[in-house]
């Protein structure tokens, strides 16, 4: 059987901004005592994280109190913190703030954020995606090879709860969700099975395959909740790819052939209805993540033009997430990046589900050049001519 790995356990804080750091300190304590314990029960735990309410508006120096959150982190030993989004596409809301995003990043390694340009309420607000684009943009410029663009995302029709970075964020009491690196256990459930045509037998397949190995992770949670004191809110079931352990090799698996190619939306859909039908508690995207850059069927697919942003968008639109580790060459304009991003909130709203979108313009690069991020989370690719 495929290795399980639990890519995050993820502990909501309770407390409004400005958080004391004492809160901060608690929840960072209730986050290892969870990751302690479900590595002592045979689970590999890669990462613990902290998640907030949204902290746009609430604080009147925002770089100051990110300064303040990070060094808390750094004392805790605890990477990754996300402050949650700004809500852009309320009519009205304040975009100048978003300014000062990419500075508060560079200069805060542990923290992610976001922006949420599209809601079932307020519809796509174009202005937001444009000043979330500039965002995109000035991380880019501010951070080594433009890895910056990995801890900021924007958002659409995504509420609180996700356990996965850098969407997520919290409100209302704290609990905790966990989020699973199990790409691996759909390729294995699907290797048995080369160019199955049938969606419904694709589906059977996945899901007994995941109830197997995600039950006992569910019933494991519950009873650490009493534990810890904090509710297990759920778990999602993306299942996130990591280099080789792809779920774009399990895609092809199925269809008996590259990715991209004629049943890979169909494979994808069969998929996310095994993910939903799994019965356990779930939280956030519960959908099939495409991240081009994180794994490596699919960036060989990105590189030979097999796979596009417009096509991802087709796949989003019967599965998961979005446009993830997207990237594009250095001088994209900012109007085209926002126009991605419209594109990606206007299928979420029509479609009443959370999508979002990591775009990673690559300083310097352009047609035909490699990425070299040098990073243990991302495939380096070939920006496609």
């Not at 100051?64 to 990070?70: F, G």
């Not at 995504?158 to 790409?183: C, D, I, K, N, R």
């Not at 080369?194 to 949670?221: F, N, Q, S, Y």
């Not at 596009?308 to 060459?329: E, F, I, K, N």
């Given at each position: 059987m495929a290795q399980l790995a639990i890519r995050t356990i993820t502990v909501g804080v309770e407390q409004r901004h400005p958080i004391e750091g004492v809160a901060l300190r608690e929840a960072a304590g209730v986050a290892r005592r969870l990751g302690a314990r479900f590595a002592e029960a045979g689970y590999e735990v890669q990462t613990v994280r902290l998640a907030t309410r949204p902290v746009f508006g609430q604080v009147?120096?925002?770089?100051?109190?990110?300064?303040?959150?990070?060094?808390?982190?750094?004392?805790?030993?605890?990477?990754?913190?996300?402050?949650?989004?700004?809500?852009?596409?309320?009519p009205g809301s304040d975009l100048d703030g978003l300014a000062g995003i990419a500075d508060m990043l560079a200069g805060c390694e542990a923290l992610s954020c976001t922006v949420q340009i599209g809601t079932g309420e307020h519809g796509v607000r174009a202005a937001a995606a444009v000043a979330a684009a500039r965002v995109v943009g000035e991380l880019s410029a501010a951070t080594p090879k433009g890895v910056g663009n990995f801890r900021f995302a924007v958002l659409a029709e995504?509420?609180?709860?996700?356990?996965?970075?850098?969407?997520?964020?919290?409100?209302?009491?704290?609990?905790?969700?966990?989020?699973?690196?199990?790409?691996g256990v759909v390729a294995e459930a699907l290797?048995?099975?080369?160019?199955?045509?049938?969606?419904?037998?694709?589906?059977?397949?996945?899901?007994?395959?995941?109830?197997?190995?995600?039950?006992?992770?569910?019933?494991?949670?519950?009873?650490?909740a009493t534990e810890v004191g904090s509710p297990f809110a759920g778990i999602d079931l993306s299942p996130a790819p990591h280099g080789d352990t792809?779920?774009?090799?399990?895609?092809?698996?199925?269809?008996?052939?590259?990715?991209?190619?004629?049943?890979t939306l169909s494979t994808a859909a069969a998929i996310t209805q095994a993910?939903?039908?799994?019965?356990?508690?779930?939280?956030?995207?519960?959908?099939?993540?495409?991240?081009?850059?994180e794994d490596t069927t699919?960036?060989?697919?990105?590189?030979?033009?097999?796979?596009?942003?417009?096509?991802?968008?087709?796949?989003?639109?019967?599965?998961?997430?979005?446009?993830?580790?997207?990237?594009?060459?250095?001088?994209?304009?900012?109007?085209?990046?926002?126009r991605l991003l419209m594109d990606v909130a206007a299928l979420a709203v029509r479609l009443r589900k959370p999508l979002s979108a990591r775009l990673f313009p690559v300083p310097g690069a352009g047609a035909g050049d490699r990425t070299d991020f040098g990073s243990p989370y991302l495939v380096d690719v070939r920006l496609p001519g």
């Open positions: 009147p120096d925002l770089s100051a109190y990110a300064t303040r959150l990070q060094r808390v982190m750094d004392e805790e030993g605890i990477g990754y913190l996300s402050l949650g989004p700004a809500q852009a596409s309320r995504v509420g609180p709860g996700h356990p996965f970075f850098p969407a997520a964020y919290h409100e209302g009491p704290g609990t905790f969700s966990v989020g699973l690196q199990s790409a290797s048995g099975i080369p160019g199955e045509p049938d969606p419904a037998k694709i589906t059977e397949r996945v899901r007994e395959a995941l109830a197997e190995v995600v039950l006992p992770v569910v019933r494991l949670a519950g009873q650490l792809s779920i774009g090799r399990a895609i092809e698996h199925a269809i008996a052939g590259p990715f991209g190619a004629p049943g993910l939903r039908s799994v019965q356990v508690p779930q939280v956030g995207y519960c959908g099939l993540m495409l991240p081009v850059m699919l960036a060989r697919a990105w590189e030979s033009g097999g796979i596009d942003p417009h096509r991802l968008l087709a796949y989003s639109a019967v599965c998961g997430t979005g446009l993830d580790t997207v990237p594009l060459p250095g001088d994209t304009p900012v109007e085209e990046v926002a």
